[in-house]
């Protein structure tokens, strides 16, 4: 109930592509949606994130797609640039101060 | 920009050993985190923090685990007789606590790595 689901666990993307990162959840009670970019030796650092009355939500190349009544959301980044390369974790939080995260995205754009 | 300091960046300590993480959380924030992250695995979250008490804590932050706020400033976390398991990076994170439920903003800060040997 407390999960949250990523994947793919790691993923290649061209120069220019299209980045694409899925999660999925149970508990009903989620209500914030935040996604998490990590590069190495560095602690996690909020993205974008979405609440659940939205269906989708845009910020520059990064974009959010949120399905309520699939319990799914998802990280999709236009353009993928080498500098995207990083862990994306999606996480997910009901108001009571902790966040549940996925386990992660390897993401690498190839030059 | 603001950010959350931790110190030490990296500590090796013998099994059995007790370790003290600490952090500065971001001036004006009110409400301070723990979590870990086992190398290769998801951030887990360990504890929060409010009001000079705990707010919440998960099934990993047992009697081994302390967190305190000493002076106002730091915001520390002490693992009591460590094992081998506990090697993770600890994060430490914060926020301000402003805003509509389920809009908590964490700033985290990089982490500090500990080795149990």
């Known amino acids: 109930q407390q999960q949250v689901k990523q994947s793919p666990q790691s993923l290649i993307v061209q120069k220019g592509g299209i980045s694409i990162i899925n999660c999925a959840y149970e508990?009903?009670?989620?209500?914030?949606f935040p996604w998490y970019q990590q590069f190495p030796g560095k602690g996690p650092a909020l993205l974008i994130a979405?609440?659940?009355?939205?269906s989708e939500k845009k910020e520059g190349r990064f974009t959010i797609s949120f399905n309520k009544s699939a319990k799914q959301f998802s990280l999709h980044i236009m353009d993928s640039q080498p500098g995207d390369s990083a862990t994306y974790f999606c996480?997910?939080?009901?108001?009571?101060?902790?966040?549940?995260f996925g386990t992660g995205t390897r993401l690498k754009v190839l030059a | 920009e603001p950010e959350v300091t931790q110190t030490p960046s990296h500590q090796v300590t013998q099994m059995g050993q007790e370790v003290i993480l600490r952090c500065v959380p971001i001036?004006?924030?009110?409400?301070f985190y723990w979590y870990r992250q086992i190398l290769g695995q998801k951030v887990e979250f360990l504890v929060s923090?409010?009001?000079?008490?705990?707010?919440?804590k998960s099934e990993i932050f047992d009697d081994q685990f302390s967190v305190e706020r000493p002076d106002g400033s730091n915001f520390t976390l002490k693992i009591r007789s460590t094992k081998l398991e506990d090697s993770a990076m600890y994060f430490c994170a914060s926020d301000e606590g402003q805003g509509f439920s389920g809009a908590n903003v964490l700033t985290f800060g990089a982490g500090s790595r500990l080795t149990v040997l």
């Open positions: 923090f409010y009001n000079n008490e705990i707010s919440e």
């Open positions: 979405i609440r659940p009355d939205v």
């Open positions: 508990n009903t009670a989620f209500d914030y």
């Open positions: 001036s004006n924030h009110l409400y």
């Open positions: 996480a997910a939080e009901t108001g009571t101060y902790k966040y549940i």
